[in-house]
């Protein structure tokens, strides 16, 4: 399960490589940290997402919201007791967690990165003192997007992003899943597609990926 990504990148930079140019100053930098973890039970954090705006003839727009779609779970100790828990990765798109959102379009988005990892199945720290990771990024995309949902909370808006079976690159690292990452020429089709044709594009990715052990630097895109 991917719970740790990057985007290192300015904010302009990753909506034209969304398609849309922003009238947004070039030296404007990504408003939430670059490396981003899930919310947890004490701690909100913040990702960026690229969704179609409500207004007029509806152009893409960028909005920071907590990642993980909240809901509650029996405690293992109390089972009457309830714990908050915030779910990152959209698998079984037929749960009633999900079907609402994939169903609108409205409710679909795009989750910029430029680096995402999977747990190194070795184990350790890595070079950055924290877990060891196996990183992966797209050569010919620098700024790629992940297939993402969103919704409405009592606590702001909150995404998490679509997974699907791993390509032949990422399954000897994480054989159970990796993030559905969309192709530019998908962007539309899942941001104002039907329900069917969004669910066609969860797929392995089929194009050339980069693997390394080593944590990515703090460079920016763009």
Known sequence: MCNRYRLSAKQAAVMRAAGFDPPYPEEENHPVPREIFPT????????LVVRLSAQGNRPLEPVAMEWGFPTQ??????PA??????????????????????????RRCLVPFT??????????????????????SIPDKPIAFFAGLWRPTGLGDAYAFVTTAPNAIVSP???????????????????????????????PY????IEQVETPGDELVG
């Open 40 to 47: 947890g039970k004490k701690t909100a954090r913040h990702g």
């Open 73 to 78: 779970v029996p405690s293992k100790r109390d």
């Open 81 to 106: 007791v309830k714990l908050d828990k915030y779910v990152t990765n959209a698998r079984n798109l037929a749960s009633s967690m999900w079907r609402p959102s994939i169903a609108s379009a409205d």
């Open 115 to 136: 680096h995402f990892a999977e747990p190194h199945p070795e184990g350790g720290m890595g070079d950055d003192g924290k877990p060891r990771q196996m990183w992966f």
């Open 173 to 203: 690292w994480h054989p159970k899943a990796m993030p559905a990452i969309l192709h530019p020429r998908d962007f539309t089709t899942w941001l104002d597609g039907s329900q069917d044709e969004a669910l066609a594009l969860v797929r």
């Open 206 to 209: 089929d194009g050339p990926m």
